[in-house]
């Protein structure tokens, strides 16, 4: 992996892979063609990426399966795609090749063997929205909703970590009545103040169509806020222009009366490595247009479920000025549940980023709970309020936990984990370590259960991470002052300080300026 002088990853320049040897800057920049250049299959992914013929013939595999079952699981624009790293199954990170870990781009946008395994640790629509919408409006908050104006196929690049299956259906707007009936109950339920306008992805509807639903929001008095949900600026961000933005700006407030609605956007940034130039410019555009962008991360076993990888993640995307928002637990859901990372483990490295990175790049961290639960708030605290004199990470905790839900709602031994028998659990790890070519890559953390559905153990937690103060400033890149603290208070190297700033140029200026006839 290298980096520019600004931090920014450097994807490969995309006229030097196979499959767009030919392709003009103009076109690569034309967001009509990205689109209609997507890879969709094998034969275009191996252009791309180095793949051995087993490695492609179990993504085939896994593609038809998914087919077979109605879903569509694969589509990345050229712009994502080009962020891989040429081999994928021994990517390099911070100068050094990884054994331990494949491509996270790799990872999150092709479909894998593991896509299929472990058949019923999760359900396939786990967050029973169908359950709780009117139309195309979907509330489990007294104040909020989101507004479903996209097809979950409408999206630029499938997300293989994605809590919603994606059909064959490649229509992309939801239907107009459905949209219609949505925006009457905000207009009705006069305590919604703030919607998220959503899918799939609310920026790969028609212009048409989501200028009409602003200007439809825009009517309604008591809503204050509008939220974009898109992941549009980290995986097709030439799409974001002037013209586009101007008239979210103007549609969004066209009929409001009073103080404008505020108007900002959520996007979705997993791991550093889709911190680019091109995403900067792209966020620079919309904020020059007034607007702020948050990012919702998802804790990814095998993506950036690794203390440096998050802390390189939440300060890069804020240094391009998104804000880290929500760090979200991985939905337990079918065909994904091998992305799940243990709470605790969350926890620890929450635990251990605060103090080490600034407070406005450390976002919460929450589960949003299966069946209209909502979010379940999990971060740590340094105060030991009930007096119970432990912490987060002196021993491994159980696989469930008691729940309470913002509502008064009490949830008994949730799991956040998905569940396996011990053969299914060895028939996956025997494909995936083939898949991949060696073992230790592939560690879901699963609950293995025997034919009655008891518990017998947990795979892969066998310790906890450990943090010491030394290791932390070392994988943070930061200077020591002492044996293992960086300087966190000048006072310390004050001679140091002095002997230096009286040898500096800034010192030889001072001196200049009070010795100047013109001094006042």
């Not at 222009?241 to 900002?264: P, T």
């Not at 990888?309 to 337990?332: D, S």
Request: proline share 5%; charged share 25%.
């Amino acid at each position: 992996m290298t980096y520019n002088e600004d931090f920014l990853y450097r994807p490969r320049k995309y006229n030097t892979i196979e499959l767009w040897k030919d392709v003009t800057e103009e076109q690569w920049r034309d967001p009509a063609w990205q689109r209609k250049n997507s890879i969709r299959s094998v034969d275009q992914l191996k252009q791309v990426i180095k793949l051995n013929p087993h490695q492609e013939a179990e993504i085939r595999r896994t593609i038809g399966t998914m087919r077979q079952e109605g879903k569509e699981p694969f589509r990345i624009t050229p712009y994502y795609a080009s962020l891989m790293q040429e081999d994928p199954f021994n990517p390099v990170f911070f100068g050094e090749v990884s054994k331990k870990r494949l491509d996270p781009v790799f990872w999150q946008s092709v479909p894998t063997p593991a896509n299929l395994m472990f058949p019923d640790a999760g359900v396939e629509g786990a967050m029973s929205e169908g359950s709780r919408s009117y139309g195309a409006a979907y509330q489990r908050y007294p104040n909020r909703l989101a507004l479903f104006v996209a097809e979950n196929t409408s999206c630029a690049s499938y997300c293989v970590h994605c809590q919603r299956a994606k059909s064959l259906d490649t229509t992309a707007d939801v239907n107009s009545r459905e949209v219609d009936k949505g925006i009457f109950y905000i207009s009705y339920n006069r305590n919604i103040n703030e919607v998220l306008v959503t899918g799939g992805d609310a920026l790969m509807i028609s212009f048409k169509r989501l200028k009409y639903i602003l200007e439809e929001l825009s009517r309604i008095p008591h809503l204050r806020v509008i939220r974009i949900a898109t992941r549009v600026p980290v995986v097709l961000p030439m799409l974001i222009n002037d013209e586009l933005l101007e008239m979210i700006k103007v549609s969004s407030n066209r009929y409001n009366k009073g103080i404008g609605k505020y108007v900002y956007f959520m996007t979705h940034i997993n791991h550093f490595q889709e911190v680019t130039a091109d995403l900067a410019e792209a966020v620079r555009k919309i904020t020059s247009h007034g607007f702020t962008i948050r990012n919702q991360t998802v804790l990814l076993n095998h993506v950036n479920d690794h203390y440096r990888t998050l802390a390189e993640t939440f300060r890069r995307m804020f240094w391009i000025v998104v804000h880290p928002y929500y760090l979200l637990q991985c939905h337990k859901e079918k065909g994904i549940v091998h992305f799940i990372t243990p709470i605790q483990v969350g926890k620890i490295y929450m635990k251990h980023l605060q103090g080490w990175i600034s407070g406005t790049t450390v976002p919460r961290y929450a589960a949003n709970i299966e069946g209209g639960g909502g979010k379940v708030v999990l971060m740590p605290s340094g105060h030991d309020t009930l007096n119970l004199d432990s912490t987060i990470d002196e021993k491994i905790s159980e696989s469930y936990a008691n729940v309470f839900t913002w509502d008064h709602k009490k949830i008994m031994m949730y799991e956040a984990l998905g569940r396996a028998t011990r053969e299914e659990y060895n028939e996956a790890m025997q494909i995936m370590d083939s898949f991949i070519g060696r073992k230790g890559v592939f560690l879901p953390k699963i609950i293995i259960v025997d034919g009655k559905g008891n518990h017998l153990e947990t795979t892969n937690r066998t310790r906890l991470p450990t943090f010491e103060r030394s290791k932390k400033a070392k994988l943070l890149d930061y200077e020591l002052f002492d044996a293992d603290m960086p300087l966190t208070n000048p006072v310390d190297a004050h001679d140091e300080l002095e002997a230096a700033f009286s040898k500096s140029k800034r010192s030889e200026e001072h001196t200049s300026e009070l010795q100047s006839p013109n001094t006042i």
